[in-house]
């Protein structure tokens, strides 16, 4: 189809949103679809607002707690992303990112530069008609929580819930204070958490972290519901999180992937209906104990997974499954490609040194770093 491509786009959760239409006309309606709904999803689903249901949710104590329908579907896309992964991709290791120092909106750690820089550093999504581009970030220092120094516990955003890393990641309480201290205990994963219709029941202790899912889900939801509501074809891309529904433009979707600016790159068109995303231990980075570590934790031992690879980019049937998949990658390192292999699915991995591995019909050779062609006015 011939259509009048229009994109709009705002920051949001320390990236940046992009909504790209076929209808022009439609461009500020479906702005104001996908903000309303991420608005929901930041109350339901944020580990970094004191009223938000998961911090609620923290201060439960193990006890079953009626949720929204909303936060119900965000924790049964997360069961099943680690029920499909065998694990790898695990809502329970909220106290993991904590220890690691990872206590606040990523937008806050990076306290030397503005919210701009920090969004731009994190996912380089440009789009310009209906191409979109999308890429990592750097490396930043991360403050302590306020009030905490390098050998106290961390606070847990919102929650009164302090964590106190010491060798595990799973954490229980060890006192009713107003501000419940937390010792780190025998691993707990996600096979703990019970869901049955809207009562969620999450162990003592057990942090709930949506940040593997929530985003993609979120693409997903937002691309379908405008699609609907609005008759026309959309993207929707989430710090790099890609959802499309309705009809595409003539050639599909143009996604331009690359690492950083000025290495080589991969075009791909996606066709409606398709998602696609990159996980990434180049973006939101910081400094730790002496050490970078980034925001892809291991559930195995709640550290920040190997980096064998630098990014994994992977196309699937919506931007769920394709960032299910690519986190998966990331935290097998070595072992990704047999995983990726066994699904099928078009991936674009590259190593730490740069190296780049293909799969599933992924495009063979990327465009070469001086090869700009279209893509200068992106």
């Known amino acids: 189809m011939t259509a009048a491509v229009s994109a709009v786009e705002w920051p949001v959760w320390s990236t940046t949103a992009r909504v790209v239409v076929t209808d022009s006309a439609a461009s500020a ?97 440009r789009v310009e008609a209906a191409d979109v581009a999308f890429g990592t970030g750097e490396t930043a220092a991360a403050p302590q929580a306020d009030g905490a120094t390098s050998d106290s516990p961390a606070l847990v955003a919102g929650t009164g819930v302090a964590a106190e890393v010491a060798g595990g990641w799973s954490a229980v309480p060890e006192s009713r204070r107003s501000e419940t201290r937390v010792a780190i205990a025998a691993r707990v994963d996600w096979t703990a958490v019970s869901l049955e219709g809207q009562l969620l029941c999450v162990p003592a202790g057990v942090l709930l972290d949506l940040g593997a899912t929530a985003k993609a889900l979120a693409a997903d939801v937002c691309a379908h519901r405008v699609a609907a509501r609005l008759g026309c074809g959309v993207l929707v891309s989430l710090g790099g999180d890609i959802a499309t529904a309705g009809a595409a433009p003539d050639g599909g979707w143009q996604v331009l992937v690359e690492d950083r600016p000025g290495e080589p790159r991969s075009r791909v068109a996606l066709p409606a209906g398709a998602g696609l995303a990159t996980s990434s231990t180049l973006r939101r980075r910081w400094w730790r104990g002496g050490s970078v570590v980034h925001h892809i934790v291991d559930p195995r031992t709640g550290v920040a997974a190997d980096p064998e690879w630098r990014t994994v980019s992977v196309a699937a049937s919506s931007c769920l499954a394709a960032n299910t998949a690519a986190t998966a990658a990331i935290v097998r390192g070595r072992d990704a490609l047999t995983g990726l292999r066994a699904g099928g699915l078009p991936a674009r991995l590259v190593r730490r040194d740069g190296a780049v591995v293909v799969l599933g019909g992924w495009p063979e050779s990327d465009l070469a770093a001086e090869d700009k062609r279209e893509f200068d006015s992106i």
């Not at 104001?32 to 929901?40: C, D, G, I, K, N």
């Not at 201060?59 to 065998?86: N, Y």
């Open 29 to 125: 309606s479906a702005r104001a679809l996908v903000r309303a709904h991420l608005a929901e999803v930041d109350a339901a689903c944020s580990r970094f607002r004191a009223d938000s249901e998961v911090s609620r949710l923290a201060r439960a104590d193990g006890k079953p707690v009626h949720v929204s329908a909303l936060l119900a579907e965000h924790v049964r896309a997360a069961l099943s992303a680690a029920r499909d992964t065998g694990g790898d991709v695990d809502p329970t290791v909220g106290a993991a990112m904590i220890g690691l120092g990872y206590d606040r909106d990523f937008g806050l750690l990076l306290p030397a530069r503005s919210g701009r820089e920090a969004r731009e550093s994190d996912a380089r999504t």
